[in-house]
């Protein structure tokens, strides 16, 4: 989310934060609409929301952005409010994730919600990014290091996955659109990459 809310600040692209909002109010409705109380998210969402009106008026820096970034209760409300959008959007498409969560983890949607989305500390993949992605309408491109076409891995071949929100792809071209967020893959962890 540093990624996005930074080139929100880079580019002043009112339009997009204020379509992200918009998103944001949809997923907040999701969230309630499948039986969460407002009062286990709301703290939550007040701090991502507060790091979103700061980029869009203009009195956030990107020096703030970054130190918000690094204070562990900021940080860890947008990582926990993001953790109940991608929950949400898993259970209300249950459908279209089951077959992935079973195929993979042998769990239910409600279970894998549980055990794997909601809680701290838990490992993102696939199938919480493409959620993440789908609910915020965000194109986010995972970039990946390959080692495997066969010469022991002395060269490394560069690939990408883009997941490319649904919503996004009626609404504009998005495939001619340069991702908001970059990120590189590895086991474990991403990190952002930036253009040169």
């Known amino acids: 989310m540093f990624s996005y809310l930074e080139n929100l600040l880079e580019t ?4 997009e934060a204020g379509r992200v909002k918009d998103s944001v109010d949809k997923c907040k409705q999701s969230l309630l609409d499948l039986g969460h109380s407002e009062f286990t998210f709301e703290d939550f969402l007040a701090s991502f929301t507060d ?8 009195s956030l820096s990107a020096d703030q952005l970054v130190e918000n970034s690094r204070d562990q ?7 926990m409010f993001f953790r109940f959008i991608t929950s949400g959007e ?9 077959p992935f969560i ?3 983890s042998g769990l239910s949607v409600q279970q894998f919600c549980r ?3 909601e809680p701290m500390g838990e490992e993102s993949d696939h199938v919480h990014i493409t959620a993440l992605s789908d609910a915020l309408g965000v194109l986010i491109r995972i970039v990946y290091l390959d080692s495997s076409n066969g ?11 883009d997941f490319i929100p649904g919503q996004c792809v009626q609404e504009q071209p998005i ?7 970059v990120l590189l893959y590895r086991p474990g962890h991403y990190d952002i990459l930036y253009e040169k």
């Open 73 to 79: 209760s900021i940080s860890d409300s947008v990582v």
């Open 175 to 181: 495939l001619k659109s340069k991702p908001s967020v």
């Open 51 to 58: 790091q979103l009106d700061g980029v869009q008026d203009g």
């Open 90 to 98: 898993i259970r209300k498409r249950a459908d279209f994730f089951e």
């Open 151 to 161: 010469d022991g891995g002395n060269n490394l071949d560069v690939n990408f996955h």
């Open 115 to 117: 055990s794997s989305v």
């Open 102 to 104: 079973v195929g993979t």
């Open 12 to 15: 002043r692209n009112e339009a």
